[in-house]
């Protein structure tokens, strides 16, 4: 059995994102048909076209963290799955850096496939997690999703 950090909020570079990576591939060889891994990373450009120097991620982690798993436990639940796994990292980032990934284990493709769009959309809304752009030209801004 591998061995597969908890869903939650990891500060940037606490957490091994390719090993986590490796562990999940060795979870419960043979049981899952599927493993499906959604990585987010830090955008360049903001929604109003700005250039982004940086993205800051804070977060109240004692109800991220509960709130992660949530997500996770009703995923299992809804769509079947055999596992799911939510990792979000705080911290500064610069564009183009992991900032969050998810993890699927599904016997069923059609499972699988299905339940990760309702993981991503629930962990963008719902997590108490806030992010702040940081522009090139030196202003920034709090953003509401």
Same mark, same amino acid.
């Given at each position: 059995?591998?061995?597969?950090?908890?869903?939650?909020?990891?500060? !940037?570079?606490?957490?091994?994102?390719?090993?986590?990576?490796?562990?999940?591939?060795?979870?419960?060889?043979?049981?899952?048909?599927?493993?499906?891994?959604?990585?987010?990373?830090?955008?360049?450009?903001?929604?109003?076209?700005?250039?982004?120097?940086?993205?800051?991620?804070?977060?109240?982690?004692?109800?991220?963290? %509960?709130?992660? %798993?949530?997500? &996770?436990?009703?995923?299992?639940? !809804?769509?079947?799955?055999?596992? &799911?796994?939510?990792?979000?990292?705080?911290?500064?980032?610069?564009?183009?850096?992991?900032?969050?990934?998810?993890?699927?284990?599904?016997?069923?493709?059609?499972?699988?496939?299905?339940?990760?769009?309702?993981?991503?959309?629930?962990?963008?809304?719902?997590?108490?997690?806030?992010?702040? *752009?940081?522009?090139?030209?030196?202003?920034?801004?709090?953003?509401? *999703?």
């Amino acid at each position: 059995m591998a061995n597969i950090p908890e869903s939650g909020i990891y500060e !940037k570079g606490k957490l091994d994102f390719i090993n986590v990576l490796s562990e999940a591939l060795k979870r419960d060889p043979g049981k899952d048909g599927i493993i499906l891994y959604y990585i987010g990373t830090v955008k360049d450009l903001s929604r109003d076209g700005k250039k982004v120097k940086q993205l800051y991620i804070e977060a109240y982690e004692e109800l991220a963290n %509960k709130k992660l %798993k949530e997500i &996770c436990y009703d995923t299992v639940n !809804k769509f079947m799955v055999n596992e &799911c796994r939510i990792y979000h990292f705080s911290g500064y980032f610069s564009p183009g850096e992991t900032l969050v990934f998810a993890i699927i284990w599904s016997r069923d493709r059609s499972q699988g496939l299905s339940a990760l769009p309702y993981v991503i959309e629930r962990y963008k809304k719902e997590p108490t997690i806030w992010k702040k *752009e940081i522009y090139e030209d030196g202003t920034s801004k709090w953003l509401e *999703e």
